[in-house]
């Protein structure tokens, strides 16, 4: 309606120079451009008062915003019933009947939602034409005839409009009320399972302490056995259970993070220093290639770690006995970007994208695993505003590339 505003002005002032209006009747023209000129103003001046006035009083501010709106057909369905008295067959009259067409056209589409406005509109325009016309003051009876007809065409152009439009709007609020449910019903499974994640974990730790006290203190090797198996399992298990939190915490966005500066070699030889133990087990040789001792950036320590663990680890688990694990650092421009390859397994291209989805596993792995923890990477390096990338290739191993900002996300600024 705002931009209809200045069309209209642009019809008068296309009027005036197209034709010799001014000149054979420039006390009517005049008259008519000035009308629509105030019209156009008292709808702009509206639309520059909506944030005011239609706060403060709503239906009056509709009412007169109405009533500018209607001024208008009001003012130019006059001047155009006026233009096929006088001009009849001549150039300008077809002129008029054509600018009047397109305002028309604009109108339907501009005002069919509020159907009661549309049709007073087009009643307004063209109900002067028609009855000059049909009373044989002006072009004749075609030209009634056919504005009746279009007239009657956009009436019901209109009405559809109308329907579509206030459709879609109900489809909106309902698939707005069904986001909002499904949000809530999310936000409360989560919290839920914040909860009971974290009591569990608690219970846990004090089973997988009894269970290397019990370890330590009997010689009975059955005992000793079962205890190793009570603590690869409760291990397994507080691995799934740190992982389901985490993920709580995401959903929730109550995920608590800092920026600070940190040496990112440093880290990666802690972690690698931290999974020499299962990397053990399985022969696995941890090697660490940076061309830097000291490469800083602004991160959260305690996810950068996090990320980089859950990295590692994948590696270690899908990997080959007497295999390799390298994990390699550089600096490209204003990112800081880390590898990591193995020798293991690898990964169907089919499946890429799938391995960074919740629950999801790669088909045919034997290795226990919740199919948390890439998911749960890619969310925390997208929390450093970073990207996560996999290039793989069956029995040719992979190489997992995280990208993150050495200045740190906005969002972490301190």
Same mark, same amino acid.
């Given at each position: 309606s705002v931009s209809g505003s200045w069309a209209y002005l642009l019809v008068v002032i296309a009027t005036g120079l197209m034709t010799d209006y001014p000149r054979r009747f420039p006390h009517l023209f005049g008259m008519v451009a000035g009308a629509m000129v105030v019209v156009i103003a008292a709808r702009l001046l509206l639309f520059k008062a909506l944030k005011t006035?239609?706060?403060?009083?709503?239906?009056? @501010? #509709?009412? $007169?915003? #109405?009533?500018?709106?209607?001024?208008?057909?009001?003012? @130019?369905?006059?001047? =155009?019933?006026?233009?096929?008295?006088?001009? =009849?067959?001549?150039w300008t009259c077809a002129l008029v009947v054509i600018l009047t067409s397109g305002m028309a056209a604009g109108a339907t589409t501009a005002f069919s939602p509020d159907l009661a406005l549309h049709r007073n509109f087009q009643?307004?325009? @063209?109900?002067?034409?028609?009855?000059v016309n049909a009373l044989g003051l002006g072009s004749g009876y075609a030209l009634a005839g056919l504005a009746c007809l279009f007239t009657g065409y956009l009436l019901w152009q209109g009405r559809e409009h109308s329907r579509q439009y206030w459709r879609s709007v109900k489809t909106r609020q309902r698939l707005a009320r069904q986001t909002a449910e499904l949000e809530s019903h999310q936000r409360i499974k989560d919290e839920f399972l914040a909860v009971i994640t974290h009591d569990l974990r608690n219970s846990l730790q004090s089973?997988?302490?009894?269970?290397?006290?019990? *370890?330590? $203190?009997? =010689?009975?090797?059955?005992? $000793?056995? &079962?205890?190793?198996? &009570? $603590?690869?399992?409760?291990?397994? &298990? *507080?691995e799934?259970?740190?992982d389901l939190h985490d993920l709580? #915490?995401?959903? &929730? *966005?109550?995920? *608590?993070m800092k920026a600070e500066e940190v040496n990112l070699v440093a880290i990666v030889e802690r972690v690698l220093a931290e999974q020499n133990e299962p990397a053990g087990e399985g022969r696995i040789h941890l090697r660490l290639s940076s061309p830097e001792r000291e490469l800083s950036l602004m991160a959260d320590e305690v996810r950068l770690r996090q990320i980089l663990a859950n990295l590692i680890s994948n590696a270690i688990k899908y990997n080959r006995p007497g295999g390799w694990v390298e994990v390699r650092t550089r600096v490209e421009g204003e990112q800081v970007v880390v590898e990591v390859e193995d020798s293991g397994i690898g990964i169907q291209p089919e499946d890429h994208d799938r391995v960074f989805e919740l629950f999801s596993r790669v088909d045919g792995a034997t290795v226990e695993g919740s199919g948390l923890g890439l998911a749960i990477t890619r969310q925390l390096v997208e929390l450093h505003e970073g990207s996560l990338e996999l290039e793989s290739q069956p029995d040719k191993g992979s190489v997992f590339r995280v990208r993150l900002p050495r200045s740190g996300p906005a969002a972490l600024a301190c």
């Open positions: 006035g239609f706060a403060h009083r709503p239906e009056v @501010w #509709r009412f $007169r915003l #109405r009533a500018a709106i209607l001024a208008t057909p009001l003012v @130019w369905g006059f001047f =155009q019933a006026a233009t096929t008295h006088l001009y =009849q067959r001549e009643l307004l325009l @063209w109900t002067p034409t028609i009855v089973v997988l302490l009894f269970t290397s006290t019990l *370890k330590h $203190r009997t =010689q009975d090797p059955v005992v $000793r056995e &079962m205890g190793d198996h &009570m $603590r690869e399992t409760g291990t397994y &298990m *507080k799934l259970l740190d709580a #915490r995401l959903g &929730m *966005k109550a995920l *608590k």
